[in-house]
Structure formats: structure tokens, C-alpha cells
């Protein structure tokens, strides 16, 4: 059986990092995307358009593919993570 590798992608506060481990939880590669703050337009609100969320982990993972010691095709899992309470609408209002 051909060994497997997971990829995590983690959209943070300030970063979006894209990093693979091993099935024994080892480190193989890493990437780390600088993201702008949030605004708001609204009192008590932290905004942040959906698209540059987007984009920022495509470019993560971009620059993760050439690090990869392995084939990306070896991936078998995703996982994503974000900051509490991430919501992003979908469709007409």
C-alpha cells in the first residue's frame, strides 16, 4: 500500500497556511499566505471578502505544490479550518 498524505489548509487570522503530513502526523511540506486585517463597516463587525479568502488559499496551496517531496496526486484527505463564527453567504439576497 502506497503511503498517504493529508492536506491541511488552516485560514487564520492573519495567515492562510496550506501544510501535507504523513499518516504518522509528520511534517512534509508547508506554505503561509499574509493576509490584510479585517474591516468594518458596521459597529462590533469584522468583515472580509469571500474572494480574497479564496484567492490567498489558492496561493497557499500554489506555493505548496513545488515544496512537495511527493506527488500531489498522493493526497487522499482535505481538511479546512478558519477562525469561529466564519460564515459566507451564498446566492441572491
Known sequence: ???QYFLSIDNGTQSVRAIVFDGQG?????????IEPYFSNQ???AEQH???FWDSL???CQELW???PI???SI???SVTTQRATVVPMGKR
Request: proline share 7%; with cysteine.
Open 1 to 3: 500500500m502506497k503511503e
Open 26 to 34: 509528520q511534517l512534509i511540506a508547508k506554505s503561509k499566505i499574509d
Open 43 to 45: 459597529k462590533g463587525w
Open 50 to 52: 469571500a474572494d480574497y
Open 58 to 60: 489558492c496561493q497557499a
Open 66 to 68: 513545488p515544496k512537495l
Open 71 to 73: 506527488p500531489k496526486e
Open 76 to 78: 487522499v484527505a482535505v
